[in-house]
């Protein structure tokens, strides 16, 4: 990638529209777009009326160019957006054209990648364009838009800032010694430690919340044959995606569909039947059921509530379960009585999806305080928030141990550099910095 070039790209989907968007970036983005719109002037953060024409003079498309100046724009450059036509080759004949007046094609990621480069976005706040776009829920959707307005970054900043000042003491009676700078105490090192060990914990604990936000809940439907599975499937879809037959057996193999429930993205994996069967096809599936089971973070197990209890053996893996008493529209057996926890539904008048949506945002969100701030960190996040506690701990095992400050030091640097590599703007020379405004050096 190099910065200083123009790059151009359409920015929204591919297919046929009534608009679509193509951002130019870069010094000369002004002067491409210019020079195949006949030199028209563009004023900064107002939407001009544009005929973007061909090497011949003939008109490709009309468009509103809007043009932002640097550095008060995504990307910290001069930038152009053109609403063109969405047709998809009038969008790329205009893109062509900008190509040919000096803009080279957009390498993927380059724009949010020049914004980071250019100081408007830290790495965290990056990678949440991307979970906004992706976003299958709306908690998903609330956690993005909290890392891109830099919750995860204000963290991690105030992490460092701490750690920043650890050293700062360190190095300063490593390096300054003629000064007669008193170090901190052990014990106020060791304080300040544990305050920078909480920060990075608190964020590790979202690590769980961040997976099942970003890659939704892995939702197994488990249960004997002929009880509701598959209802439950398409009830929950709200379209008949399964399959339903009285025929015990009917589903032979998992079905896999997402669903927003909860504010969450329920991964939902409808399952065969769990019985005794010589059937071979029929124990392949249960053994897929079984699996996927295993491999769940909440069973759904369903019930006939008229019949008799039945017991199945479901995995133990530590998922969450939630017992669902399906056909609550006609009498329940009396083997059902004692069961006060478990939701009752009907699939056939759709009954009790409101009941489950609520017990299912209880398990994952338990404080309502909390969805308003969400901050997940997703795996990047995790192995170097992981990274620097170990530093950490070797960084306390040392001052312990009243080991040479320079062993210290280099734990503390590491450290910093595990969370710098978080939002990519943690500087170690900013200890440095610290030592001279923190103590009265050199006079």
């Given at each position: 990638m190099q910065g200083n070039e123009t790059i151009a790209a359409i920015a929204t989907a591919p297919g046929t529209g009534a608009i679509a968007v193509i951002r130019v970036s870069g010094t000369g983005a002004v002067q491409v777009v210019q020079e195949c719109t006949g030199g028209k002037t563009l004023k900064p953060r107002y939407a001009t009326l544009v005929r973007v024409r061909d090497a011949h003079g003939l008109v490709i498309d009309e468009c509103v160019a809007t043009y932002f100046a640097g550095p008060a724009s995504f990307t910290g450059e001069d930038t152009v957006e053109l609403s063109c036509h969405g047709g998809m080759l009038v969008t790329r004949r205009v893109l062509e054209r900008l190509l040919a007046c000096g803009a080279r094609p957009a390498e993927p990621g380059e724009f949010s990648r020049r914004a980071f480069e250019n100081g408007k976005l830290d790495l965290t706040q990056a990678e949440a364009v991307m979970d906004i776009i992706s976003a299958g829920s709306d908690l998903a959707l609330r956690a993005a838009q909290n890392q891109l307005q830099g919750a995860i970054g204000t963290q991690v900043a105030a992490a460092a800032d701490i750690l920043i000042n650890v050293a700062a003491h360190v190095e300063a009676y490593i390096d300054f010694p003629e000064e007669d700078i008193a170090p901190d105490t052990t014990d106020t090192l060791l304080a300040q430690l544990d305050e920078v060990e909480a920060l990075v914990r608190r964020l590790l604990a979202t690590a769980d919340e961040g997976r099942l936000l970003r890659e939704g809940v892995r939702t197994a439907i488990v249960g004997a044959p002929n009880v509701g599975k598959s209802s439950l499937l398409n009830m929950l879809l709200g379209y008949e995606r399964a399959i339903v037959s009285s025929t015990a057996g009917t589903t032979r193999d998992t079905i896999e569909e997402s669903v927003a429930l909860g504010g969450l993205r329920l991964r939902l994996i409808d399952t065969a039947g769990l019985h005794e069967s010589a059937d071979a096809i029929e124990c392949a599936g249960m053994e897929r059921s079984r699996r996927a089971g295993a491999e769940a973070d909440l069973i759904l197990e369903v019930a006939d509530v008229t019949l008799p209890r039945q017991r199945i053996d479901l995995?133990?893996?530590?998922?969450?379960?939630?017992?669902?008493?399906?056909?609550?529209?006609?009498?329940?057996?009396?083997?059902?009585?004692?069961?006060?926890?478990?939701?009752?539904?009907?699939?056939?008048?759709?009954?009790?999806?409101?009941?489950?949506?609520?017990?299912?945002?209880?398990?994952?969100?338990h404080d309502s305080g909390e969805r308003d701030s969400l901050a997940a960190i997703n795996t990047r996040h995790r192995f170097a928030l992981q990274e620097a506690l170990d530093y950490l701990a070797a960084a306390r095992a040392a001052l312990l141990a009243g080991e040479s400050p320079e062993f210290v030091d280099v734990d503390l640097r590491a450290a910093l550099d595990s969370l710098g590599s978080i939002t990519g703007r943690i500087d170690t020379d900013d200890i440095l910095t610290r030592v001279f405004s923190t103590f009265c050096l050199g006079k």
């Open positions: 995995p133990q893996n530590g998922a969450h379960h939630i017992l669902l008493l399906n056909k609550c529209d006609q009498p329940a057996h009396p083997d059902w009585a004692g069961e006060p926890a478990a939701i009752r539904i009907s699939c056939h008048n759709g009954s009790g999806r409101e009941a489950l949506e609520r017990a299912v945002e209880n398990l994952f969100l």
